[in-house]
């Protein structure tokens, strides 16, 4: 008899325990489904196998996992594969919901779904890239709480990175700001560092403006007390991002108050018109402007400028600098009867200006232009001395291919002396580019 017993209890507990642990771990699983593709349970032992980011943060999960009943060991045999940075870029703007940046392709079904399912009363406009090289962010498990907070605020935005977010925006009140700023962060993984810069909306006896400027054009609103203010503002944004895709909702109230602060920022504003990802903001203690630059030069610029005007105590800067993803880059093919244009330029404004030189100095006035405005480009220092190219090269047939690391010009002069010359010119403006002169003199 005891040994039936014995035989019986030692199948139950060979057979039926490691079922029971296999349940248990499942159930834990299913609140961590990222990590199910990893994990692989072997009677009481439980093996970690695949390939992962360094510093993925699974401290957590294999505690988690662990702590199941009957577990006897967490083996963990992950292969860690660095991986390019994730960035999610979200826009929140009234009734719009503005959405891009850069996510592996299986991120992408769930974020939309969680957009959509928080802010179903607003259109969403999807600018997202797919690359599926991408890693997985560690604030994904807990976006759509985080979504739920952030629902609460009527203009706002967030960027994302890998183990990283940063939240800028207006909250209407005090308890507002704190509710988003505690509530976000214990929405996620710990190991996501939340930066809250919501400010407090000014008040409403104030003039107040909200401007945005990024590679998909410029718009600006808001409340002034006047028309002539109202006009100064949209002139100066037209001067500093260009004519084209600005939207305006400026409305005159004449009894607000704050006529001199605008004036001089509308003073500011052309200052402003190489940050990326630009946003202006009216506060309680007068205005913020957040936005990235390509150098520590052009943010002292702008701060220069800033103080010039007396506005270092008005207008609060959280520009950073950030190097962008990618150059300028452009080519241009002329027959002296048309100029064909195509490439990557980081604003309309700049695409305007390199349009607009090319019309005057090559005298030539049908364009075709194929460039596209993307994300992330730089304002590269060429884009500055493209008029002073333009008129050193050849009236004739040409071609120019340029990019902050090499310039390749190709046409045709009469004299080799001219040639010369260019090839002079060239060197003086870009004494550090890999310079391909490849224009030939007819007399040769």
Do not use: C
């Not at 870029?89 to 079904?109: A, F, M, T």
């Not at 403006?209 to 609103?221: A, E, P």
């Not at 695409?351 to 019309?359: E, P, R, S």
């Not at 002073?388 to 090499?406: F, M, N, Q």
Request: hydrophobic fraction near 45%; aromatic fraction near 6%; charged fraction near 20%.
């Amino acid at each position: 008899m005891l040994t039936v017993l014995v035989f019986g209890f030692t199948t139950y507990y060979i057979q039926v325990i490691p079922k029971t642990i296999a349940a248990d771990i499942n159930r834990v699983l299913d609140k961590r489904p990222w990590i199910q593709e990893f994990v692989a349970v072997d009677g009481r032992h439980v093996y970690l196998r695949g390939e992962i980011e360094p510093d993925s943060g699974l401290e957590a999960e294999i505690a988690a996992i662990a702590s199941v009943a009957g577990v006897k060991k967490v083996i963990t045999v992950l292969d860690e594969i660095p991986r390019p940075s994730v960035h999610l870029k979200l826009q929140v703007l009234g009734d719009r919901v503005l959405v891009g940046g850069h996510l592996s392709g299986d991120l992408l079904e769930p974020i939309i779904s969680y957009l959509e399912s928080s802010f179903p009363d607003r259109p969403l406009q999807d600018s997202i890239k797919i690359d599926d090289r991408l890693g997985r962010p560690l604030w994904i498990e807990g976006f759509s709480h985080s979504l739920q907070q952030l629902a609460l605020l009527d203009n706002f935005e967030l960027n994302g990175w890998r183990d990283q977010i940063e939240i800028t925006g207006i909250a209407d009140s005090e308890l507002l700001r704190l509710q988003v700023g505690y509530g976000v962060p214990a929405s996620l993984n710990s190991q996501v560092k939340v930066t809250n810069r919501l400010k407090l909306k000014a008040s409403d006896k104030f003039a107040s403006i909200s401007l945005v400027s990024d590679w998909r054009g410029s718009s600006i609103s808001g409340v002034v007390p006047s028309i002539e203010i109202r006009e100064k503002l949209l002139d100066a944004v037209l001067s500093a991002f260009g004519a084209d895709q600005i939207e305006s909702a400026l409305v005159v109230n004449e009894t607000l108050v704050g006529s001199d602060q605008l004036l001089l920022l509308s003073e500011l504003l052309p200052s402003l018109g190489q940050a990326r990802d630009l946003r202006l903001e009216s506060t309680a203690e007068g205005f913020i402007v957040w936005g990235r630059v390509d150098d520590p030069l052009s943010l002292g610029r702008i701060l220069q400028a800033r103080n010039d005007l007396g506005l270092e105590g008005v207008v609060q800067s959280e520009i950073v600098v950030a190097e962008a993803d990618n150059p300028a880059s452009l080519t241009l093919f002329s027959d002296q009867q048309r100029v064909i244009l195509n490439g990557t330029l980081p604003t309309n404004k700049s695409k305007q200006q390199l349009i607009a030189d090319i019309k005057e100095i090559l005298g030539v006035h049908n364009v075709v232009d194929l460039a596209s405005i993307e994300p992330n480009i730089a304002h590269s220092d060429w884009l500055g001395k493209w008029s002073a190219l333009l008129a050193g090269v050849p009236r004739s047939v040409i071609g120019i291919t340029i990019d902050d690391e090499s310039l390749l010009i190709t046409g045709v002069v009469e004299s080799a002396s001219e040639l010369t010359t260019i090839d002079q010119q060239l060197r003086i403006l870009f004494p550090d580019t890999n310079r391909l002169n490849w224009i030939t003199a007819t007399n040769e």
